[in-house]
């Protein structure tokens, strides 16, 4: 069984007058050997956290660190023409020496497709259409692609992405729309809040719509939410927390080691925490609970 990688949700509402305070905690994390530290996708304040963009808060990142991998968590395509997204990604890919992972939702939040002026009930076949546009921008030069909202002839990307075949995807969602994305266009599959026995399923549910496909090669990863003893949450979490209401190091180092025993093996852990709380709260994490996972 491989380790299970864990990494750090960049999500808290950190102070707008100390905007490097983000970046220096992201270098912390990396001096403490978190795998990766994730962004996610909110155009409009979600009243989770400070919602900045993904693609340019993580180039910052990147030119503040050296070895940590970079995760939209997740990015929600149909925000982004395909051509803007494609070139955004490859630049970042490139500046980040080749770390970033696409993390890619469909979304669902009726007042940001309004205010973007995308209909919602098209955010399924337009994250199809972009992702495939994107994979055909970033593996051929030149590129020709006839998709229902993206039409390209004979395109040069603006920039081709250090990745050979575009940085590595992976889809959240979890209905059989989002896991036959997976299959088509992802290197792996991205949960939120996911507990063992839905790891299980997902895996069983891969292999049912895979046919002859080889799921094996897939990155099986999700977030989960948790709380440190002795830091006080500054917002309840959305979801089922790691290692229960009263989470001690063992208890938490558990529930991951049953997440890694299901198949997972990446873990980003979103900490309801105040912005001033983050960085202890990874020292707890890579002190009590990292030394227990093996």
Same mark, same amino acid.
């Given at each position: 069984?491989?380790?299970?990688?864990?990494?750090?949700?960049?999500?808290?509402?950190?102070? $707008?007058?100390?905007?490097?305070?983000? #970046?220096r905690?992201?270098?912390?994390?990396?001096?403490?050997?978190?795998? &990766?530290?994730?962004?996610?996708? *909110?155009?409009?304040?979600?009243?989770?956290?400070?919602?900045?963009?993904?693609?340019? $808060?993580l180039?910052?990142v990147?030119?503040?660190? =050296? *070895?940590?991998?970079?995760?939209?968590s997740?990015?929600?395509?149909?925000?982004?023409?395909?051509?803007? #997204?494609?070139?955004? %990604? %490859? =630049? $970042?890919?490139?500046?980040?020496? /080749?770390?970033?992972?696409?993390?890619?939702?469909?979304?669902?939040?009726?007042?940001?497709?309004?205010?973007?002026?995308?209909?919602?009930?098209?955010?399924g076949?337009?994250?199809?259409?972009?992702?495939a546009?994107?994979?055909?921008?970033?593996?051929?030069?030149?590129?020709?692609?006839?998709?229902?909202?993206? =039409?390209?002839?004979?395109?040069? #990307? /603006?920039?081709?992405?250090?990745t050979?075949?575009?940085?590595?995807?992976w889809?959240?969602?979890?209905?059989?729309?989002?896991?036959?994305?997976?299959? *088509?266009?992802?290197?792996?599959?991205?949960?939120?809040?996911?507990?063992?026995?839905?790891?299980?399923?997902?895996?069983?549910? $891969?292999?049912?719509?895979a046919?002859?496909?080889?799921?094996?090669?897939?990155?099986?990863?999700?977030?989960?939410?948790?709380?440190?003893?002795?830091?006080?949450?500054?917002?309840?979490?959305? /979801?089922?927390? #790691?290692?229960?209401?009263?989470?001690?190091?063992?208890?938490?180092?558990d529930?991951?080691?049953?997440?890694?025993?299901?198949?997972?093996?990446?873990?980003?852990?979103?900490?309801?925490v105040a912005?001033? &709380?983050?960085?202890?709260?990874?020292e707890?994490v890579?002190?009590?609970?990292?030394?227990?996972?093996?």
């Amino acid at each position: 069984m491989p380790p299970l990688r864990l990494g750090i949700s960049l999500q808290p509402r950190w102070p $707008l007058d100390d905007g490097a305070r983000v #970046l220096r905690a992201a270098r912390h994390a990396e001096d403490l050997g978190f795998d &990766h530290v994730a962004v996610g996708n *909110r155009l409009l304040d979600s009243g989770f956290g400070l919602d900045t963009d993904p693609l340019v $808060l993580l180039s910052a990142v990147a030119g503040a660190t =050296t *070895r940590l991998r970079l995760l939209t968590s997740v990015l929600v395509a149909p925000y982004y023409p395909a051509l803007v #997204l494609a070139n955004q %990604a %490859a =630049t $970042l890919d490139v500046v980040s020496g /080749g770390r970033l992972i696409l993390g890619v939702g469909t979304g669902w939040n009726p007042a940001e497709f309004d205010a973007v002026g995308v209909p919602a009930r098209e955010r399924g076949a337009r994250t199809d259409d972009h992702l495939a546009a994107a994979k055909a921008l970033w593996t051929r030069r030149p590129a020709d692609f006839d998709g229902p909202f993206t =039409t390209l002839r004979a395109a040069h #990307l /603006g920039v081709p992405p250090v990745t050979v075949g575009g940085p590595p995807v992976w889809i959240g969602g979890h209905s059989d729309a989002a896991l036959r994305r997976v299959l *088509r266009f992802g290197h792996g599959w991205y949960g939120t809040g996911a507990d063992a026995a839905e790891v299980v399923d997902v895996r069983r549910r $891969l292999g049912d719509l895979a046919d002859a496909q080889d799921t094996g090669r897939l990155t099986l990863a999700s977030a989960a939410f948790l709380t440190p003893p002795s830091l006080p949450a500054a917002i309840a979490p959305p /979801g089922r927390p #790691l290692g229960g209401t009263a989470p001690t190091a063992a208890s938490v180092a558990d529930d991951l080691g049953r997440l890694a025993e299901a198949g997972l093996t990446a873990c980003t852990l979103w900490l309801p925490v105040a912005a001033e &709380h983050v960085e202890r709260a990874m020292e707890w994490v890579a002190a009590e609970v990292a030394p227990q996972l093996g």
